[in-house]
């Protein structure tokens, strides 16, 4: 049931310039794209500097020749001069011909590449998972107005603003939204996937490496977007269930009325975890049923118009978290 | 009222109250107070020379192609002052509202906006920048530039470009309006739905995000159809379709492409509007709505939109590299096949801006591949430009770096943009700074094209050509700035830093943000720069006078005639003998000017009515922003009431005579060409002829001819 990462993540690294400016640590630089540490995200990083090598391959060329041609010539240059020439098979060949095999190229990696990270189902983690079996663990999540809840119908709870998952092991996404649109990205394991209102969207990772990692939305869905961020903690195996156990004795529970109430616009200034030791089951199908049926959440005007106030309230009601 | 308001609404005055005027807010107060100073400037100015009759006479109320244009360009100029100022504010709140411990002021937790401010102002930024900014400076490129490139004497349909513009404009105002009364859409300048449904966006600012495209929208569409059908009937005798001057291809490219694609866009702002005003449910998440079918709507317009943007500037920078290369465009042929193939491709690509909607992977890999094969077309172009340059005699006059930094940022924006293709590498990086950073490598290419292509065609329409020191230091400060920007912005995007944030978390991301501000430095540095060039050019205006030739070595028909161009574009319609005719002339030694036998030219008359439907038509966005139904009612019927008059007016036609023509025509030869009647701002000597009444025969007064003489006869 444990996944291991088969892909070699250095010789890339050497590849890039750019990692050099990642000066230390993965956390450190900030360049979180850079630093995958969960298969999806590797997967990207692989194929990403792939496509990087190929277009470079003809794009230094192409400026190689402008800056010759601009140089050699330029008026009073040596350059001949042929003021009539304006055309050649040859040239016209080749101008045609690289663009064409570069696509050409290039589409077939893609295409390998869609598949291999297809949210519904990743060929990579399902090749991963033939080989090692076991089970998948789920979360249902529930974008609202601005804050983020991880239910684990499994294990009947729910957390609030933090995703905890155990290492090595596929988590396979369901995810809806209450109001607006928001996208889910946690960069450093898994790329986006839109969280739409009324409709359920799927995504699956596999952690590589135990660690703290950032998530938010990356789609803009009102005022509370910026404070809209989880952290994502990926444990090992027994540290989830130990995890999972300490959750289930949270004496919160959670149904849909008291989700009703959760669900309303909330800017999450100050950052707001919480956990819920029960859960109403299919919480996440009713939500999705409600609000295909109409239910909003709708943002007052207090919220927009006269956002001064409101984040001054709002501050002062939290205790300034940092993260 | 159909659907549920927050907040009061009175049958007089609608939403609007004393509480939209946002007086408390200094930066708005202060914006206002600049805003009102310059007003008072211009209108006492006006005043003061008793220029009212002149600016109403040959601006307001002009049909003329070339004013039109010229108009046109201005108004992108403002807009493209005002979008830059919200990019500043943009960057200096990012660079200031990072990490939980960063300051804030003026209401704001962290920087000095609050995030509704924040979302106002990118929205604003975006939609002027793209609607409002390079529509505008294109369009008015093409409108001047196309007419004499094809030796025609006007637009096809005078009138309906007078209309495009004031259109254009209206909404561009209306963008401003907001400013001041109300506030704008907070969401993103391509709108999110639901996040524009009243539930969530229960303000009027989406309303004015709404009826301002939507009026450009109608601009938009209409100069497109001008320019098409100019181009299809107008050309002068002899110039076949493959001896087409290749900016006038890009042009009819691109206007095929605004032709079919605005009118989508119509139907997305429409749709929205009936939930919003109606209470209907098209994009809405529950109710049966589908909001997927707002995104296909929008960027089935949004993707054709870019390459609307994108093909006019590849028509400038093949009409200026070839001049000051000093040779014939290499490729001629397949420059031609590129634009219609890019313009073709354009329409099966869009769905790249949701690839990570949840397609299934056999609908994202067709999309990826359809978007990879723009690259092919695009890649050709960049080649034919690059052996336009080999074998001949290069020279960096200012339109010809500017040319060259386009060719340096395609290059930059295709490459990301190749990346954005490759659908694993979006999900990684959709909405985030590298796609902003990919997208303005493209808009900036945009930029530096129309940069060139006033530097190059400025002499043709106001018969001097602009200096050239301060110009080349605005170039290389908007070089420095271009480079500080978004080199970091790529960074940022490998660090996954998403778009639209009005705080940071991140503290690690900061030393990027502070770079970028200090590229926003060098562009503050570079617009005073392009002031100094601006005013430096029109003073000594007299050292630069051109002949119709301005740089020597230019090869298309707009060159042909006097330097300004004269009301009439040319005395006698010129007969085309081969592609890059000016060229061909020079070279076989007749490029004298005909001179002789004047005849009375027919052109059309001023009229005043675009004006007041462009007004007119502010008034009824106005009254339905707010919902003010008596006063849109009001509008509307005057709008009817005012195109019905004008569709009875036959008398819309005017004479050059024949004599008036040999006296503009003789004082452009007399070697003084200052003292030519320009078509420009410059002179008073303007020419009073346009409203000279139709004497004899002709297409004036009743008689119907069926093509009046401005079009070009037969080919
Ligand atoms: C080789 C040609 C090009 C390719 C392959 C390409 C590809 C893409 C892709 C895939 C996206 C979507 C990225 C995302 O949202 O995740 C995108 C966005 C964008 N592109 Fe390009 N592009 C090309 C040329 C252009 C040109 C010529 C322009 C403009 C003149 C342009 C302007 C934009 C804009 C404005 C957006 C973002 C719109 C928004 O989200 O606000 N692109 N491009
Ligand atoms: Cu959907
Ligand atoms: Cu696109």
Redesign the pocket.
Same mark, same amino acid.
């Given at each position: 049931m444990f996944i291991k990462n088969k892909r070699s993540k250095t010789w890339p690294r050497l590849v890039l310039p750019l990692a050099l400016l990642t000066l230390g640590g993965c956390s450190r630089s900030g360049l979180f794209l850079l630093e995958p540490e969960g298969l999806i995200s590797q997967t990207f990083y692989h194929y990403f500097m792939l496509d990087v090598g190929i277009m470079l391959l003809i794009i230094i060329p192409t400026v190689v020749l402008t800056i010759w041609a601009m140089w050699r010539y330029r008026k009073g240059g040596n350059g001949s001069y042929h003021p009539q020439w304006s055309h050649s098979y040859a040239i016209e060949a080749v101008v045609w011909g690289i663009p064409l095999l570069t696509v050409g190229v290039l589409s077939y990696l893609s295409v390998k590449a869609i598949y291999d990270v297809n949210p519904y189902n990743p060929g990579v983690i399902a090749k991963a998972q033939q080989a090692a079996g076991g089970d998948p663990v789920e979360v249902d999540v529930i974008a609202t107005d601005w804050r983020w809840l991880f239910i684990y119908p499994q294990q009947h709870i729910a957390s609030v603003d933090e995703l905890v998952v155990p290492v090595g092991t596929p988590v396979r996404f369901r995810l809806t939204s209450t109001s607006v649109v928001n996208d889910f990205i946690i960069p450093q394991l898994v790329g986006m996937i839109d969280v739409m209102p009324g409709m359920r969207t799927k995504q699956a990772l596999v952690a590589d490496k135990a660690g703290t990692y950032v998530g938010y939305s990356a789609d803009y869905s009102g005022a509370g977007l910026s404070w809209m961020h989880f952290q994502t903690k990926a444990v090992s195996p027994a540290q989830f269930e130990q995890w999972v156990q300490s959750a289930q004795q949270s004496p919160q529970h959670l149904s849909y009325a008291g989700f009703n109430r959760f669900a309303r616009p909330y800017i999450a200034v100050g950052g707001d975890q919480q956990i819920f030791g029960q859960v109403q089951p299919d919480l996440f199908d009713q939500v999705v049923g409600e609000v295909m049926r109409g239910k909003v959440w709708p943002t007052p005007m207090a919220m927009t118009e006269n956002m001064v106030n409101y984040m001054k309230k709002q501050r002062a009601e939290q205790k300034a978290g940092d993260y | 009222m159909l659907v549920h308001l927050q907040g009061p609404w009175n049958p007089l005055l609608g939403r609007l109250t004393l509480q939209q005027i946002p007086y408390e807010n200094p930066i708005l107060l202060g914006t206002f107070i600049f805003a009102a100073i310059l007003g008072v400037i211009v209108l006492g100015a006006t005043t003061r020379y008793g220029k009212w009759g002149y600016v109403w006479r040959e601006w307001l109320t002009t049909v003329d192609h070339k004013k039109i244009g010229v108009m046109y360009c201005l108004v992108g100029l403002v807009m493209l002052f005002r979008g830059f100022i919200d990019a500043l504010m943009i960057r200096t709140q990012q660079a200031i509202a990072i990490g939980p411990n960063s300051p804030g002021a003026l209401g704001a937790v962290h920087g000095y906006l609050t995030p509704f401010h924040v979302g106002q102002i990118y929205t604003a930024h975006?939609l002027i920048m =793209?609607v409002f900014a +390079?529509t505008p400076l294109l369009v008015g490129i093409m409108n001047i530039i196309v007419p004499l490139q094809i030796g025609a004497r006007d637009m096809a349909y005078p009138y309906l470009n007078a209309l495009g513009l004031w259109l254009t404009t209206a909404g561009g105002a209306l963008v401003m309006l907001s400013l001041f009364v109300g506030n704008f859409a907070h969401g993103?300048? $391509?709108g999110f739905v639901p996040y524009f449904e009243l539930p969530y966006s229960p303000g009027v600012g989406v309303d004015y995000w709404m009826w301002a495209f939507q009026l450009s929208v109608l601009g938009t569409t209409m100069g497109s159809i001008n320019l098409i059908a100019t181009i299809v009937k107008m050309r002068a005798p002899g110039m076949t379709w493959m001896r087409m001057p290749i900016f006038t291809w890009a042009s009819l490219s691109t206007n095929l492409i605004a032709l079919t694609s605005f009118p989508v866009l119509m139907v997305a702002l429409g749709l929205l509007g009936m939930d919003r005003y109606l209470g209907t449910h098209f994009y809405t998440a529950g109710m049966g709505g589908n909001l997927m079918l707002y995104n296909d709507l929008f960027w089935i317009w949004?993707?054709p939109e =870019? $390459?609307f943007?994108?093909l006019p +500037?590849f028509g400038m920078m093949s009409e200026i590299i070839p001049t000051f290369s000093e040779k014939t465009l290499f490729g001629y042929a397949t420059m031609v096949i590129a634009s219609f193939a890019i313009g073709g491709v354009s329409w099966g =690509?869009w769905l790249?801006? %949701? %690839? !990570?909607m949840a397609a299934a992977p056999n609908v994202n890999s067709f999309y990826s591949i359809t !978007? &990879?094969l723009?690259?092919i077309p !695009?890649g050709v172009k960049v080649f034919n430009w690059i052996f336009t340059m080999y074998r001949g005699r290069v020279r960096y006059e200012l339109p010809m770096l500017w040319a060259l930094l386009a060719l340096f940022l395609l290059l930059v924006?295709?490459m !990301?943009? &190749?990346m /954005? +293709?490759f659908a694993s590498n979006?999900y990684m990086?959709? /909405?985030?700074l590298f =796609?902003?950073a990919? %997208?303005h490598m &493209?808009?900036l290419?945009?930029a530096a094209s129309v940069f060139g292509a006033v530097e190059y065609w400025f002499p043709k329409v106001f018969g001097f050509k602009l200096e050239q020191k301060w110009g080349k230091w605005f170039f290389w400060f908007m070089v420095l700035g271009t480079g500080w920007v978004f080199v970091p912005m790529f960074f940022l995007g490998m660090a996954g830093m998403t778009?639209r944030l009005d705080y940071i978390p991140y503290t690690q991301w900061a030393p990027y943000l502070h770079i970028t501000l200090v590229g926003m430095a060098f562009y503050v540095v570079a617009v005073l720069f392009f002031v100094a060039h601006l005013y430096v050019s029109l003073r000594d205006r007299e050292k630069n006078r051109v002949g119709a030739d301005a740089w020597g070595t230019s090869r298309n028909l707009e060159w042909m005639t006097h330097s300004p161009v004269p009301a009439y574009n040319f005395a006698f319609i010129p007969h085309v003998n081969a592609r890059d005719e000016w060229a061909w002339r020079k070279e076989n030694g007749i490029a004298e000017l005909h001179a002789g036998d004047y005849e009375d030219i027919h052109m059309p008359k001023n009229t005043g009515i675009p004006l007041f439907l462009g007004l007119l038509s502010m008034g009824l966005a106005f009254a339905l922003v707010w919902r003010i139904w008596w006063l849109a009612l009001l509008c509307l019927v005057l709008m009817v009431a005012l195109i019905i008059i004008r569709s009875f007016d036959r008398d819309t036609d005017t004479t050059i005579p024949a004599r008036e023509v040999e006296r503009v025509e003789r004082a452009a030869r007399d070697g003084s060409s200052g003292s030519v009647p320009p078509a420009g701002v410059l002179g008073d000597a303007v020419i009073a002829t346009s409203t000279v009444r139709s004497g004899s025969g002709g297409i004036g007064g009743n008689t119907t001819s069926p093509r009046p003489s401005w079009a070009p006869r037969n080919r």
């Amino acid at each position: 049931m444990f996944i291991k990462n088969k892909r070699s993540k250095t010789w890339p690294r050497l590849v890039l310039p750019l990692a050099l400016l990642t000066l230390g640590g993965c956390s450190r630089s900030g360049l979180f794209l850079l630093e995958p540490e969960g298969l999806i995200s590797q997967t990207f990083y692989h194929y990403f500097m792939l496509d990087v090598g190929i277009m470079l391959l003809i794009i230094i060329p192409t400026v190689v020749l402008t800056i010759w041609a601009m140089w050699r010539y330029r008026k009073g240059g040596n350059g001949s001069y042929h003021p009539q020439w304006s055309h050649s098979y040859a040239i016209e060949a080749v101008v045609w011909g690289i663009p064409l095999l570069t696509v050409g190229v290039l589409s077939y990696l893609s295409v390998k590449a869609i598949y291999d990270v297809n949210p519904y189902n990743p060929g990579v983690i399902a090749k991963a998972q033939q080989a090692a079996g076991g089970d998948p663990v789920e979360v249902d999540v529930i974008a609202t107005d601005w804050r983020w809840l991880f239910i684990y119908p499994q294990q009947h709870i729910a957390s609030v603003d933090e995703l905890v998952v155990p290492v090595g092991t596929p988590v396979r996404f369901r995810l809806t939204s209450t109001s607006v649109v928001n996208d889910f990205i946690i960069p450093q394991l898994v790329g986006m996937i839109d969280v739409m209102p009324g409709m359920r969207t799927k995504q699956a990772l596999v952690a590589d490496k135990a660690g703290t990692y950032v998530g938010y939305s990356a789609d803009y869905s009102g005022a509370g977007l910026s404070w809209m961020h989880f952290q994502t903690k990926a444990v090992s195996p027994a540290q989830f269930e130990q995890w999972v156990q300490s959750a289930q004795q949270s004496p919160q529970h959670l149904s849909y009325a008291g989700f009703n109430r959760f669900a309303r616009p909330y800017i999450a200034v100050g950052g707001d975890q919480q956990i819920f030791g029960q859960v109403q089951p299919d919480l996440f199908d009713q939500v999705v049923g409600e609000v295909m049926r109409g239910k909003v959440w709708p943002t007052p005007m207090a919220m927009t118009e006269n956002m001064v106030n409101y984040m001054k309230k709002q501050r002062a009601e939290q205790k300034a978290g940092d993260y | 009222m159909l659907v549920h308001l927050q907040g009061p609404w009175n049958p007089l005055l609608g939403r609007l109250t004393l509480q939209q005027i946002p007086y408390e807010n200094p930066i708005l107060l202060g914006t206002f107070i600049f805003a009102a100073i310059l007003g008072v400037i211009v209108l006492g100015a006006t005043t003061r020379y008793g220029k009212w009759g002149y600016v109403w006479r040959e601006w307001l109320t002009t049909v003329d192609h070339k004013k039109i244009g010229v108009m046109y360009c201005l108004v992108g100029l403002v807009m493209l002052f005002r979008g830059f100022i919200d990019a500043l504010m943009i960057r200096t709140q990012q660079a200031i509202a990072i990490g939980p411990n960063s300051p804030g002021a003026l209401g704001a937790v962290h920087g000095y906006l609050t995030p509704f401010h924040v979302g106002q102002i990118y929205t604003a930024h975006g939609l002027i920048m =793209v609607v409002f900014a +390079a529509t505008p400076l294109l369009v008015g490129i093409m409108n001047i530039i196309v007419p004499l490139q094809i030796g025609a004497r006007d637009m096809a349909y005078p009138y309906l470009n007078a209309l495009g513009l004031w259109l254009t404009t209206a909404g561009g105002a209306l963008v401003m309006l907001s400013l001041f009364v109300g506030n704008f859409a907070h969401g993103g300048w $391509y709108g999110f739905v639901p996040y524009f449904e009243l539930p969530y966006s229960p303000g009027v600012g989406v309303d004015y995000w709404m009826w301002a495209f939507q009026l450009s929208v109608l601009g938009t569409t209409m100069g497109s159809i001008n320019l098409i059908a100019t181009i299809v009937k107008m050309r002068a005798p002899g110039m076949t379709w493959m001896r087409m001057p290749i900016f006038t291809w890009a042009s009819l490219s691109t206007n095929l492409i605004a032709l079919t694609s605005f009118p989508v866009l119509m139907v997305a702002l429409g749709l929205l509007g009936m939930d919003r005003y109606l209470g209907t449910h098209f994009y809405t998440a529950g109710m049966g709505g589908n909001l997927m079918l707002y995104n296909d709507l929008f960027w089935i317009w949004g993707h054709p939109e =870019v $390459y609307f943007l994108i093909l006019p +500037a590849f028509g400038m920078m093949s009409e200026i590299i070839p001049t000051f290369s000093e040779k014939t465009l290499f490729g001629y042929a397949t420059m031609v096949i590129a634009s219609f193939a890019i313009g073709g491709v354009s329409w099966g =690509v869009w769905l790249h801006h %949701f %690839f !990570t909607m949840a397609a299934a992977p056999n609908v994202n890999s067709f999309y990826s591949i359809t !978007t &990879m094969l723009v690259g092919i077309p !695009t890649g050709v172009k960049v080649f034919n430009w690059i052996f336009t340059m080999y074998r001949g005699r290069v020279r960096y006059e200012l339109p010809m770096l500017w040319a060259l930094l386009a060719l340096f940022l395609l290059l930059v924006g295709g490459m !990301t943009g &190749m990346m /954005n +293709a490759f659908a694993s590498n979006d999900y990684m990086w959709h /909405n985030g700074l590298f =796609v902003v950073a990919h %997208f303005h490598m &493209m808009v900036l290419l945009i930029a530096a094209s129309v940069f060139g292509a006033v530097e190059y065609w400025f002499p043709k329409v106001f018969g001097f050509k602009l200096e050239q020191k301060w110009g080349k230091w605005f170039f290389w400060f908007m070089v420095l700035g271009t480079g500080w920007v978004f080199v970091p912005m790529f960074f940022l995007g490998m660090a996954g830093m998403t778009r639209r944030l009005d705080y940071i978390p991140y503290t690690q991301w900061a030393p990027y943000l502070h770079i970028t501000l200090v590229g926003m430095a060098f562009y503050v540095v570079a617009v005073l720069f392009f002031v100094a060039h601006l005013y430096v050019s029109l003073r000594d205006r007299e050292k630069n006078r051109v002949g119709a030739d301005a740089w020597g070595t230019s090869r298309n028909l707009e060159w042909m005639t006097h330097s300004p161009v004269p009301a009439y574009n040319f005395a006698f319609i010129p007969h085309v003998n081969a592609r890059d005719e000016w060229a061909w002339r020079k070279e076989n030694g007749i490029a004298e000017l005909h001179a002789g036998d004047y005849e009375d030219i027919h052109m059309p008359k001023n009229t005043g009515i675009p004006l007041f439907l462009g007004l007119l038509s502010m008034g009824l966005a106005f009254a339905l922003v707010w919902r003010i139904w008596w006063l849109a009612l009001l509008c509307l019927v005057l709008m009817v009431a005012l195109i019905i008059i004008r569709s009875f007016d036959r008398d819309t036609d005017t004479t050059i005579p024949a004599r008036e023509v040999e006296r503009v025509e003789r004082a452009a030869r007399d070697g003084s060409s200052g003292s030519v009647p320009p078509a420009g701002v410059l002179g008073d000597a303007v020419i009073a002829t346009s409203t000279v009444r139709s004497g004899s025969g002709g297409i004036g007064g009743n008689t119907t001819s069926p093509r009046p003489s401005w079009a070009p006869r037969n080919r």
